[in-house]
């Protein structure tokens, strides 16, 4: 038996027969005796893979650890510095299969080519350094086959990891492994958190064998060799024989049979759009993959969501719990991701699956205003008790994406910190259980995961804050005629003027989401406009900003508060208002737009064929259109001071219809300063504050006037328009609250029988654009009716009149009287003049208006007036005071000042403190008979009968209480009856009494009238709401079936001859009227027969509290210059026309004595 | 005369090519396949400076050279001596020699050594290759710095070459292939000739000889003249290598660059690559010990000087060996590895190694009885005397002035002897399972057995009965090792030659 030998080797068998130095038979120590040696643990792979004397030694370490692995008795799983090594690589196998994926989230990766040729080039060329490289590089290309011939063809591609500027190097191309990772690649993995998509580890942390693998990823690593066998299955032998070695082909059949080319792109040298290739193979990638782990998918951590289509749901993320619910306290939710949630990866999964963090609900500064918080009107967090300050809501729109903006009130609270601090809750319902979020705010935050306080001067106000919607298969969907307007206030507390504007409102809208559709809010960036209404160098310092957006009230509203540094401050404020599915109810609309006032009244139409029920447009408590951001009650708070009043004098006032706004309204708009009337509340909106507050001089310009517009007068056109607007807004708005369905509406306006054809057109144009504008009717439901004949129906449904009885209806408005008589409840004529309220109070033909030249009851009226306020409790004197400030800070005109004056009656009691005085009631009584007598004399010459009750409405009608203050207005009746028998029975005697310029010519038709004996009284029915009887009776009318279609036979009666008593379009015109030079003498000998007649009247005075000498002192006053006053009032008259072809539009007889009114009331003055 | 032309790259190439050299100087002969001695030109690779190893093996060169050249071939020939018997010539000598040398002859001491050398011992591999400066042009991505750093780590990248390549040969690839720029390298092609071989010694798991010897073998492969064109018949030269397997640990040291753990592992890898990647290689010799002494984990500089060990002398057998092959023998190539004779729980000898210790075992024997001879004679002042009493040194005119240390005749061999003595001795010491020659040793220890075993007054007796028949110069360096490697020889033939008797 031979001795036996040891071999001097490192092997484990080392029995051998020979000694000394011998030939090997195996031939050389190669792989096989490699895989033999029993190697220690604990070997780090880099050691391994420095061992290679090549430049390219460590890409052959790992071909040659996949060797080892590919051993049939080498375990696949182990701990060797071999599994180690082979590990590493399939990562970076795996980093090339993820490619996409991490390019979509996010990853600063960049894949960079190395080309030999060009390369080497540069570093020969280049320092001494460099060709010592290049020089060891291109030994190893010439002698390395393996390396050398594929480099050449293919060059290398690298993968390389960005950080600004930087670029490191993460993974390179191998010839023999397809790709390898660099020495330093766990590092920078674990630097940038580079993550396996779907799994917790970072690249190349940890040993997983490809068995291991997501089959994904195992089936491309098979396919990748299957599908290109060849080159790259021969110069990656080893990885190869290791791939087929552990990944069976059943093992991953399933993922093996979705192999197709659609689940790969190519990975391209994004430098020249060329495929990278390893022996000249294509390089395919894994497309993003929207696999979501089962883990995931079904974590707890998902969010439960209010809103329809959020699909996937969304997790969670905070700290100390994974993306599936796995309570970790290294875990660390991320602070911020500026991706889209859809687009963001799991942190500790990196697999691209949507998660919230806590930024995304939060924002980063808070919102606080001086004041408590208007919790019926936007949903806001649950308010403290003690509230000076208010904190508005932090949250992000985000929020809204997921969850129902009515569960902030339950959802998100505050709670107060010290160190005057406040915490933000929001409790986020999960799938399982919930989560409660925080942040905490400070006026100088010391964490960085604390945000700051920013205090804000500002409000904000809205109209209409209501929703209303259509429904449609049981949604309700956007209406009609939408408006939501926003008004912005924001005070101010530096002095300095021009401060720039801080504040600034963004909208966002909720698109209805059909079935399985994804909820979605997106900003409304069209329709909406923009308009600083009050600049903020106003003395107030105070600046609105007007919103206005042609839609409906958006889902969320944010306010953005912007600081000098540019940084903004959000806050998110949802209107409380739910959809509200329009009713069915129909309305009939009465609107009296007066030349003073104007009025509305809402009739609901009832099923059964009665009269509807006819009610001012009143907003009751809790139903106003208009809310703010503050709390009521907290006019304590400069901010909200100034937002209410600029809110009542640039928007729809708080509260309108309840306290201090209410109907009707002076028919007045205001607008800004600089601007053009052309949107409403941006540019214009109705002045409600009219004769309630003081004009705000210089931020603000009232327009009166408005009813008797010019052809020319195109402003004017606007601003009745805007104005028309807002009022069809507003009964849009309570319409709509009241159930009814504004289109099923029927909309009725008035117009003075004296109306020129153009304003009657002009106005019917303007009411049924913007009625089908914003009440969605068709033009067909808008009507009108004479303002004379309206307030027959009213009375005959208040007073029940006997139908067929001979009425008189008389409308006394501030700027004409319409006139209409029934018979039978029909209108037989009508007529219209500008003698009116205006004829009283006004300045007759005055052009010049001033303290000197003003109607003396203004000067008469003052210091009484203010007499009476000196006595007043305080709170009240200041309210009057500023009501009538514009009487010492403004010109206005006379009949302002007393419609002012009548505006603080409750308080200054205006009404008893003219019935004090003979010469006022003179002169109502005057304007009174005159009235009668005209109306007489046109009933006379029209042959009818005479009338047995006469109704009086108008708010010109006011000055008859002054009159006479008894029950059913006897006195003013039997002064009517005697008016009318005069005409009826007497005038063919006393037409024939010659009246001269002298005084003394009365005398005869005195004596006659003071003979005529008195025989009762007319029945007189005051309406009890004056404005209102126009609206109701024109609804009432309407309800009758005839009123609209039965207009009143218009009739001028010049005032003359009874020839000249014409139909309304038959009437001369002015400069006909020049050629019938007989005409106004005969009306200024008619003229003074009434004066001799009123003369005559004068013992019977005495009800009324006129004293005969009272009468006397102004009979010459009256009597004289009746021509020249008669030539005075046909130029003005003429003026307001459209020219002297028109033809004349109202009697002549009036026009004497406006002058002779103001010129008593001259009398007045002290 | 044929070359061999020895390449001892890093820490274990110098450590064999120590051993080689006290096997020559010991009388071991370098032959070729014909018998015919052949000279050894060596030449060692290593970067850094200051490795001990390499200074050690350096050192031995110089002292074998001066013992050879100056003391002994110098004062003339006539006395057949088998000690120190190899010429072993440097590159500058060659040079020198040859008419047609490149460039001019190199002044100074001959040195043995080449390849780069960070003389100021400051620059890093990054340093050496001009990282710092690699493009960083963004737009063009910076390719060539992605690429090294996709190949280099950090701490290759900062690796001072000072201290060898610390294990990393993927480091020493790019640096010692700046070896072809040395003037040795340029002249070999000018040198060799078609009868010369070539023979590389280097580790698998180190640094700097895993990277050297396949830089070196491809630098051969590609061979060019100094004028650039191709050397043909270097390219074609018969090239044999030694690789050195693990054959030692060190201490763990976590602060230590070198990880003893790592070395199977790098072996494997690095033997897995050379067998596809490698080069023409003739003969490929292989060594290594799973019994792996540790030592301490000094990975470079000065301090690097591990005690001998039996494997490097073993390996240095393989020069040996390969230099006595015949050429057409290779094959394509031809594998070896050694075998030895171990019993359970008795020393390992020489003789273990069968027929190769044949050729070493009598003349080291020789060169220990020659070295306890003279340290025993001149070890007391009565042993002198009795030195001075015999015949031979009174006949051959050596007075104790010869013997002094400061003598410039008997000084360098006196040096080289204990360098050569403490080198085995180390090797017996580093396992005491190793007992290099058997039970010689310890009979000139005096102290075993003393019946077997020759004493001084054998010595003296042998060579006093060569003395008179020796014709030359007296009082010489070569007449005092002639006189001993003669007497020493009849000695070992007669105690302890257990084959056929060898005559003188």
Same mark, same amino acid.
């Given at each position: 038996?031979?001795?036996?030998?040891?071999?001097?080797?490192?092997?484990?068998?080392?029995?051998?027969?020979?000694?000394?130095?011998?030939?090997?038979?195996?031939?050389?120590?190669?792989?096989?005796?490699?895989?033999?040696?029993?190697?220690?643990?604990?070997?780090?792979?880099?050691?391994?893979?420095?061992?290679?004397?090549?430049?390219?030694?460590?890409?052959?370490?790992?071909?040659?650890?996949?060797?080892?692995?590919?051993?049939?008795?080498?375990?696949?799983?182990?701990?060797?510095?071999?599994?180690?090594?082979?590990?590493?690589?399939?990562?970076?196998?795996?980093?090339?299969?993820?490619?996409?994926?991490?390019?979509?989230?996010?990853?600063?990766?960049?894949?960079?080519?190395?080309?030999?040729?060009?390369?080497?080039?540069?570093?020969?060329?280049?320092?001494?350094?460099?060709?010592?490289?290049?020089?060891?590089?291109?030994?190893?290309?010439?002698?390395?086959?393996?390396?050398?011939?594929?480099?050449?063809?293919?060059?290398?591609?690298?993968?390389?990891?960005?950080?600004?500027?930087?670029?490191?190097?993460?993974?390179?191309?191998?010839?023999?492994?397809?790709?390898?990772?660099?020495?330093?690649?766990?590092?920078?993995?674990?630097?940038?958190?580079?993550?396996?998509?779907?799994?917790?580890?970072?690249?190349?942390?940890?040993?997983?064998?490809?068995?291991?693998?997501?089959?994904?990823?195992?089936?491309?690593?098979?396919?990748?060799?299957?599908?290109?066998?060849?080159?790259?299955?021969?110069?990656?032998?080893?990885?190869?024989?290791?791939?087929?070695?552990?990944?069976?082909?059943?093992?991953?059949?399933?993922?093996?049979?979705?192999?197709?080319?659609?689940?790969?792109?190519?990975?391209?040298?994004?430098?020249?759009?060329?495929?990278?290739?390893?022996?000249?193979?294509?390089?395919?990638?894994?497309?993003?993959?929207?696999?979501?782990?089962?883990?995931?998918?079904?974590?707890?951590?998902?969010?439960?969501?209010?809103?329809?289509?959020?699909?996937?749901?969304?997790?969670?993320?905070?700290?100390?719990?994974?993306?599936?619910?796995?309570?970790?306290?290294?875990?660390?939710?991320?602070?911020?991701?500026?991706?889209?949630?859809?687009?963001?990866?799991?942190?500790?999964?990196?697999?691209?699956?949507?998660?919230?963090?806590?930024?995304?609900?939060?924002?980063?500064?808070?919102?606080?205003?001086?004041?408590?918080?208007?919790?019926?009107?936007?949903?806001?967090?649950?308010?403290?008790?003690?509230?000076?300050?208010?904190?508005?809501?932090?949250?992000?729109?985000?929020?809204?994406?997921?969850?129902?903006?009515?569960?902030?009130?339950?959802?998100?609270?505050?709670?107060?910190?010290?160190?005057?601090?406040?915490?933000?809750?929001?409790?986020?319902?999960?799938?399982?259980?919930?989560?409660?979020?925080?942040?905490?705010?400070?006026?100088?935050?010391?964490?960085?995961?604390?945000?700051?306080?920013?205090?804000?001067?500002?409000?904000?106000?809205?109209?209409?804050?209501?929703?209303?919607?259509?429904?449609?298969?049981?949604?309700?969907?956007?209406?009609?005629?939408?408006?939501?307007?926003?008004?912005?206030?924001?005070?101010?507390?530096?002095?300095?003027?021009?401060?720039?504007?801080?504040?600034?409102?963004?909208?966002?809208?909720?698109?209805?989401?059909?079935?399985?559709?994804?909820?979605?809010?997106?900003?409304?960036?069209?329709?909406?406009?923009?308009?600083?209404?009050?600049?903020?160098?106003?003395?107030?310092?105070?600046?609105?900003?007007?919103?206005?957006?042609?839609?409906?009230?958006?889902?969320?509203?944010?306010?953005?508060?912007?600081?000098?540094?540019?940084?903004?401050?959000?806050?998110?404020?949802?209107?409380?208002?739910?959809?509200?599915?329009?009713?069915?109810?129909?309305?009939?609309?009465?609107?009296?737009?007066?030349?003073?006032?104007?009025?509305?009244?809402?009739?609901?139409?009832?099923?059964?064929?009665?009269?509807?029920?006819?009610?001012?447009?009143?907003?009751?408590?809790?139903?106003?259109?208009?809310?703010?951001?503050?709390?009521?009650?907290?006019?304590?708070?400069?901010?909200?001071?100034?937002?209410?009043?600029?809110?009542?004098?640039?928007?729809?006032?708080?509260?309108?219809?309840?306290?201090?706004?209410?109907?009707?309204?002076?028919?007045?708009?205001?607008?800004?300063?600089?601007?053009?009337?052309?949107?409403?509340?941006?540019?214009?909106?109705?002045?409600?504050?009219?004769?309630?507050?003081?004009?705000?001089?210089?931020?603000?310009?009232?327009?009166?006037?408005?009813?008797?517009?010019?052809?020319?007068?195109?402003?004017?056109?606007?601003?009745?328009?805007?104005?028309?607007?807002?009022?069809?807004?507003?009964?849009?708005?309570?319409?709509?609250?009241?159930?009814?369905?504004?289109?099923?509406?029927?909309?009725?306006?008035?117009?003075?029988?004296?109306?020129?054809?153009?304003?009657?057109?002009?106005?019917?144009?303007?009411?049924?654009?913007?009625?089908?504008?914003?009440?969605?009717?068709?033009?067909?439901?808008?009507?009108?009716?004479?303002?004379?004949?309206?307030?027959?129906?009213?009375?005959?449904?208040?007073?029940?009149?006997?139908?067929?009885?001979?009425?008189?209806?008389?409308?006394?408005?501030?700027?004409?009287?319409?006139?209409?008589?029934?018979?039978?409840?029909?209108?037989?004529?009508?007529?219209?003049?500008?003698?009116?309220?205006?004829?009283?109070?006004?300045?007759?033909?005055?052009?010049?208006?001033?303290?000197?030249?003003?109607?003396?009851?203004?000067?008469?009226?003052?210091?009484?007036?203010?007499?009476?306020?000196?006595?007043?409790?305080?709170?009240?004197?200041?309210?009057?005071?500023?009501?009538?400030?514009?009487?010492?800070?403004?010109?206005?005109?006379?009949?302002?000042?007393?419609?002012?004056?009548?505006?603080?009656?409750?308080?200054?009691?205006?009404?008893?403190?003219?019935?004090?005085?003979?010469?006022?009631?003179?002169?109502?009584?005057?304007?009174?008979?005159?009235?009668?007598?005209?109306?007489?004399?046109?009933?006379?010459?029209?042959?009818?009968?005479?009338?047995?009750?006469?109704?009086?409405?108008?708010?010109?009608?006011?000055?008859?209480?002054?009159?006479?203050?008894?029950?059913?207005?006897?006195?003013?009746?039997?002064?009517?009856?005697?008016?009318?028998?005069?005409?009826?029975?007497?005038?063919?005697?006393?037409?024939?009494?010659?009246?001269?310029?002298?005084?003394?010519?009365?005398?005869?038709?005195?004596?006659?009238?003071?003979?005529?004996?008195?025989?009762?009284?007319?029945?007189?029915?005051?309406?009890?709401?004056?404005?209102?009887?126009?609206?109701?009776?024109?609804?009432?009318?309407?309800?009758?079936?005839?009123?609209?279609?039965?207009?009143?036979?218009?009739?001028?009666?010049?005032?003359?001859?009874?020839?000249?008593?014409?139909?309304?379009?038959?009437?001369?015109?002015?400069?006909?009227?020049?050629?019938?030079?007989?005409?106004?003498?005969?009306?200024?000998?008619?003229?003074?027969?009434?004066?001799?007649?009123?003369?005559?009247?004068?013992?019977?005075?005495?009800?009324?509290?006129?004293?005969?000498?009272?009468?006397?002192?102004?009979?010459?006053?009256?009597?004289?210059?009746?021509?020249?006053?008669?030539?005075?009032?046909?130029?003005?008259?003429?003026?307001?026309?459209?020219?002297?072809?028109?033809?004349?539009?109202?009697?002549?007889?009036?026009?004497?004595?406006?002058?002779?009114?103001?010129?008593?009331?001259?009398?007045?003055?002290? | 005369?044929?070359?061999?032309?020895?390449?001892?790259?890093?820490?274990?190439?110098?450590?064999?090519?120590?051993?080689?050299?006290?096997?020559?100087?010991?009388?071991?002969?370098?032959?070729?396949?014909?018998?015919?001695?052949?000279?050894?030109?060596?030449?060692?690779?290593?970067?850094?400076?200051?490795?001990?190893?390499?200074?050690?093996?350096?050192?031995?060169?110089?002292?074998?050279?001066?013992?050879?050249?100056?003391?002994?071939?110098?004062?003339?020939?006539?006395?057949?001596? !088998?000690?120190?018997?190899?010429? +072993? /010539?440097?590159?500058?000598?060659? #040079? &020198?020699?040859?008419?047609? %040398?490149?460039? *001019? $002859?190199?002044?100074?001491?001959?040195?043995?050594?080449?390849?780069?050398?960070?003389?100021?011992?400051?620059?890093?591999?990054?340093?050496?290759?001009?990282?710092?400066?690699?493009?960083?042009?963004?737009?063009?991505?910076?390719?060539?710095?992605?690429?090294?750093?996709?190949?280099?780590?950090?701490?290759?990248?900062?690796?001072?070459?000072?201290?060898?390549?610390?294990?990393?040969?993927?480091?020493?690839?790019?640096?010692?292939?700046?070896?072809?720029?040395?003037?040795?390298?340029?002249?070999?092609?000018?040198?060799?000739?078609?009868?010369?071989?070539?023979?590389?010694?280097?580790?698998?798991?180190?640094?700097? !000889?895993?990277?050297?010897?396949? +830089? /070196?073998?491809?630098?051969?492969? #590609? &061979?060019?003249?100094?004028? %650039?064109?191709? *050397? $043909?018949?270097?390219?074609?030269?018969?090239?044999?290598?030694?690789?050195?397997?693990?054959?030692?640990?060190?201490?763990?040291?976590?602060?230590?660059?070198?990880?003893?753990?790592?070395?199977?592992?790098?072996?494997?890898?690095?033997?897995?690559?050379?067998?596809?990647?490698?080069?023409?290689?003739?003969?490929?010799?292989?060594?290594?010990?799973?019994?792996?002494?540790?030592?301490?984990?000094?990975?470079?500089?000065?301090?690097?000087?591990?005690?001998?060990?039996?494997?490097?002398?073993?390996?240095?057998?393989?020069?040996?060996?390969?230099?006595?092959?015949?050429?057409?023998?290779?094959?394509?190539?031809?594998?070896?590895?050694?075998?030895?004779? +171990?019993?359970?729980?008795?020393?390992?000898?020489?003789?273990?190694?069968?027929?190769?210790?044949?050729?070493?075992?009598?003349?080291?024997?020789?060169?220990?009885?020659?070295?306890?001879?003279?340290?025993?004679?001149?070890?007391?002042?009565?042993?002198?005397?009795?030195?001075?009493?015999?015949?031979?040194?009174?006949?051959?005119?050596?007075?104790?002035?010869?013997?002094?240390?400061?003598?410039?005749?008997?000084?360098?061999?006196?040096?080289?002897?204990?360098?050569?003595?403490?080198?085995?001795?180390?090797?017996?010491?580093?396992?005491?399972?190793?007992?290099?020659f058997g039970d010689t040793l310890d009979v000139l220890r005096l102290d075993v057995d003393a019946r077997r075993h020759p004493d001084a007054g054998d010595i003296n007796k042998a060579v006093n009965a060569l003395n008179r028949r020796l014709c030359g110069p007296p009082r010489s360096l070569q007449r005092l090792l002639t006189l001993l490697w003669k007497g020493t020889g009849d000695?070992?033939?007669?105690?302890?030659?257990?084959?056929?008797?060898?005559?003188?």
């Open positions: 038996m031979p001795t036996p030998f040891t071999l001097l080797s490192i092997a484990t068998a080392r029995e051998t027969e020979r000694s000394g130095w011998h030939r090997r038979d195996a031939g050389a120590y190669d792989a096989a005796y490699a895989n033999a040696i029993e190697e220690p643990v604990a070997t780090q792979p880099d050691r391994l893979l420095a061992a290679i004397p090549s430049p390219f030694g460590r890409l052959h370490g790992f071909d040659v650890a996949f060797g080892f692995l590919s051993e049939p008795n080498r375990p696949v799983e182990g701990e060797s510095v071999f599994h180690a090594s082979v590990s590493q690589c399939l990562d970076a196998m795996e980093l090339v299969f993820n490619w996409q994926t991490h390019l979509m989230c996010g990853a600063k990766l960049a894949l960079v080519r190395w080309h030999p040729s060009q390369e080497l080039d540069r570093l020969k060329k280049g320092r001494p350094g460099h060709a010592v490289l290049a020089e060891a590089l291109e030994l190893y290309f010439g002698q390395d086959t393996a390396i050398g011939a594929h480099v050449r063809e293919d060059g290398l591609w690298l993968i390389a990891a960005e950080e600004g500027t930087h670029r490191s190097a993460l993974v390179v191309a191998s010839p023999l492994t397809i790709a390898a990772p660099a020495p330093e690649a766990a590092a920078l993995a674990a630097q940038i958190d580079l993550r396996m998509p779907g799994r917790k580890y970072v690249y190349f942390s940890t040993t997983v064998p490809l068995s291991r693998r997501p089959p994904a990823f195992q089936a491309y690593m098979r396919a990748l060799f299957r599908l290109r066998q060849g080159a790259l299955t021969r110069g990656c032998e080893r990885m190869f024989t290791y791939v087929n070695r552990v990944v069976s082909t059943a093992s991953v059949a399933q993922a093996l049979a979705r192999f197709t080319n659609a689940n790969y792109v190519q990975l391209v040298d994004p430098s020249d759009g060329l495929p990278i290739a390893v022996h000249g193979v294509h390089l395919p990638t894994s497309a993003p993959s929207g696999d979501v782990d089962e883990e995931v998918a079904t974590s707890p951590r998902r969010i439960r969501v209010d809103r329809p289509g959020v699909t996937p749901l969304p997790v969670m993320l905070v700290d100390h719990v994974t993306s599936t619910g796995q309570h970790d306290m290294s875990f660390k939710a991320p602070a911020s991701d500026a991706r889209p949630v859809a687009d963001r990866v799991l942190p500790d999964l990196k697999r691209r699956y949507p998660f919230l963090i806590a930024a995304d609900l939060f924002e980063d500064q808070i919102i606080r205003v001086p004041y408590a918080l208007n919790t019926a009107a936007f949903l806001l967090p649950a308010a403290s008790k003690d509230v000076t300050a208010s904190f508005l809501p932090p949250v992000r729109r985000a929020y809204l994406e997921y969850f129902d903006e009515t569960s902030i009130p339950t959802r998100v609270r505050f709670r107060p910190l010290d160190g005057a601090g406040v915490a933000c809750d929001i409790d986020v319902p999960l799938v399982h259980g919930s989560v409660t979020l925080s942040k905490s705010y400070y006026p100088t935050p010391q964490l960085p995961s604390a945000g700051r306080i920013v205090d804000a001067d500002v409000d904000l106000i809205a109209f209409p804050m209501m929703r209303p919607a259509k429904m449609e298969d049981g949604r309700p969907v956007a209406a009609f005629g939408d408006l939501s307007a926003f008004l912005l206030v924001e005070l101010e507390r530096s002095q300095a003027a021009h401060v720039p504007w801080r504040s600034d409102l963004a909208f966002y809208t909720s698109t209805p989401a059909p079935d399985g559709e994804r909820f979605a809010l997106q900003p409304i960036v069209d329709r909406i406009g923009i308009q600083e209404r009050t600049k903020k160098a106003t003395p107030s310092y105070t600046g609105s900003k007007m919103f206005h957006l042609d839609r409906p009230l958006p889902t969320a509203i944010e306010l953005v508060l912007t600081e000098e540094n540019g940084r903004k401050t959000r806050a998110l404020l949802c209107p409380a208002a739910r959809p509200q599915p329009v009713g069915s109810a129909a309305f009939d609309i009465a609107i009296d737009f007066g030349t003073t006032n104007t009025f509305i009244a809402l009739g609901r139409r009832r099923g059964d064929g009665r009269a509807p029920d006819v009610l001012p447009l009143a907003f009751t408590g809790g139903s106003e259109p208009t809310l703010a951001l503050h709390a009521p009650n907290q006019s304590g708070q400069p901010i909200v001071a100034h937002a209410d009043k600029l809110a009542n004098h640039e928007f729809v006032p708080l509260g309108l219809g309840t306290g201090r706004y209410t109907l009707p309204t002076r028919t007045a708009v205001a607008e800004r300063p600089d601007g053009h009337a052309q949107r409403l509340f941006a540019d214009i909106n109705v002045a409600f504050f009219l004769q309630r507050d003081a004009v705000r001089a210089g931020a603000e310009v009232v327009t009166t006037h408005l009813k008797w517009m010019r052809r020319a007068e195109t402003a004017t056109i606007d601003r009745v328009r805007l104005f028309l607007r807002e009022m069809l807004h507003l009964v849009r708005a309570r319409i709509l609250q009241q159930g009814g369905d504004p289109r099923e509406s029927t909309l009725i306006w008035f117009w003075p029988l004296s109306f020129t054809t153009y304003l009657r057109n002009t106005l019917e144009r303007l009411w049924r654009e913007e009625a089908v504008a914003v009440l969605g009717v068709d033009a067909s439901a808008v009507g009108s009716m004479t303002e004379s004949a309206a307030p027959f129906y009213y009375h005959h449904a208040r007073a029940r009149l006997v139908s067929d009885k001979p009425v008189l209806s008389i409308d006394i408005g501030g700027g004409s009287t319409d006139v209409v008589f029934f018979e039978r409840q029909t209108p037989r004529f009508g007529t219209s003049f500008n003698f009116a309220g205006n004829a009283l109070w006004g300045d007759g033909f005055n052009l010049v208006r001033g303290p000197s030249d003003r109607n003396g009851i203004v000067d008469w009226a003052l210091p009484r007036v203010n007499d009476t306020l000196s006595r007043l409790d305080s709170p009240i004197q200041l309210h009057a005071r500023e009501i009538l400030s514009p009487l010492t800070t403004s010109l206005e005109s006379s009949e302002d000042a007393v419609n002012l004056c009548f505006a603080v009656d409750e308080q200054v009691k205006f009404t008893q403190q003219l019935a004090t005085e003979p010469v006022i009631k003179l002169m109502i009584l005057l304007h009174f008979s005159a009235v009668i007598f005209h109306c007489a004399q046109v009933m006379r010459l029209r042959k009818l009968r005479r009338p047995e009750i006469l109704c009086f409405s108008g708010y010109g009608s006011k000055s008859l209480d002054v009159l006479d203050p008894s029950s059913g207005k006897r006195h003013l009746g039997e002064q009517a009856l005697r008016l009318f028998d005069v005409v009826y029975d007497h005038w063919d005697r006393l037409a024939d009494v010659a009246v001269a310029d002298d005084p003394a010519s009365a005398d005869a038709i005195i004596g006659i009238a003071r003979e005529l004996p008195s025989r009762g009284s007319l029945q007189i029915l005051l309406a009890d709401r004056l404005k209102e009887a126009t609206c109701e009776g024109g609804i009432l009318g309407a309800a009758l079936g005839n009123a609209l279609r039965d207009t009143p036979e218009p009739f001028v009666y010049l005032g003359g001859a009874d020839d000249t008593l014409y139909e309304r379009d038959r009437v001369v015109s002015y400069e006909e009227l020049e050629r019938c030079p007989s005409i106004k003498p005969d009306v200024a000998a008619n003229f003074r027969r009434f004066i001799a007649v009123f003369l005559g009247f004068a013992d019977r005075y005495e009800p009324f509290d006129v004293p005969i000498g009272t009468v006397a002192d102004h009979r010459t006053r009256l009597w004289i210059q009746v021509s020249e006053t008669l030539e005075l009032g046909l130029e003005r008259r003429l003026k307001s026309e459209e020219g002297r072809e028109e033809r004349m539009s109202e009697t002549l007889f009036f026009y004497p004595l406006i002058d002779k009114l103001f010129r008593i009331s001259q009398t007045l003055k002290p | 005369m044929a070359r061999l032309y020895l390449f001892a790259v890093g820490g274990t190439g110098a450590r064999v090519l120590k051993c080689l050299c006290h096997l020559l100087a010991a009388g071991t002969p370098l032959r070729d396949e014909h018998g015919q001695a052949m000279d050894l030109v060596p030449l060692v690779i290593d970067p850094d400076k200051e490795n001990g190893d390499t200074l050690e093996c350096l050192g031995t060169l110089a002292d074998y050279v001066k013992v050879k050249s100056q003391l002994i071939e110098q004062t003339g020939g006539g006395y057949p001596c !088998g000690f120190f018997q190899t010429r +072993v /010539l440097g590159y500058r000598q060659l #040079q &020198a020699v040859a008419a047609a %040398g490149a460039g *001019a $002859p190199e002044e100074g001491e001959e040195n043995f050594r080449c390849g780069f050398i960070d003389a100021a011992k400051t620059r890093t591999f990054g340093e050496v290759i001009d990282y710092d400066f690699l493009e960083s042009d963004l737009d063009r991505g910076e390719p060539t710095r992605l690429l090294v750093d996709a190949l280099y780590s950090r701490t290759n990248i900062d690796t001072r070459l000072t201290g060898g390549f610390l294990g990393n040969p993927n480091v020493g690839t790019v640096v010692l292939n700046q070896v072809r720029h040395s003037r040795e390298l340029k002249m070999l092609s000018g040198l060799f000739n078609s009868e010369d071989r070539i023979f590389l010694i280097s580790s698998i798991f180190g640094g700097t !000889g895993a990277a050297g010897f396949p +830089v /070196l073998l491809k630098q051969l492969r #590609q &061979a060019r003249n100094e004028q %650039g064109q191709e *050397a $043909p018949t270097l390219r074609q030269a018969t090239v044999g290598a030694l690789t050195v397997l693990p054959y030692f640990g060190l201490d763990d040291d976590a602060k230590s660059p070198v990880d003893a753990n790592a070395f199977v592992p790098k072996t494997k890898a690095a033997l897995a690559y050379y067998a596809n990647h490698l080069g023409r290689v003739d003969a490929l010799y292989y060594i290594g010990d799973r019994a792996r002494k540790r030592y301490a984990n000094t990975p470079t500089g000065i301090t690097q000087r591990n005690l001998d060990h039996a494997i490097e002398l073993i390996g240095a057998t393989a020069v040996l060996h390969f230099a006595a092959q015949a050429k057409g023998g290779f094959g394509t190539p031809a594998y070896h590895e050694c075998g030895v004779h +171990v019993e359970p729980s008795k020393p390992f000898t020489l003789r273990g190694l069968g027929p190769v210790a044949h050729d070493i075992e009598e003349p080291v024997t020789q060169m220990a009885m020659m070295r306890l001879f003279l340290r025993g004679e001149l070890s007391s002042p009565r042993s002198v005397e009795l030195l001075f009493a015999q015949p031979w040194t009174k006949e051959g005119e050596f007075g104790r002035a010869f013997f002094t240390p400061q003598s410039p005749a008997f000084a360098p061999l006196s040096a080289y002897l204990e360098r050569w003595w403490t080198s085995l001795a180390n090797m017996a010491r580093n396992d005491p399972k190793l007992q290099l000695l070992y033939r007669k105690r302890y030659d257990h084959r056929t008797a060898v005559g003188v």
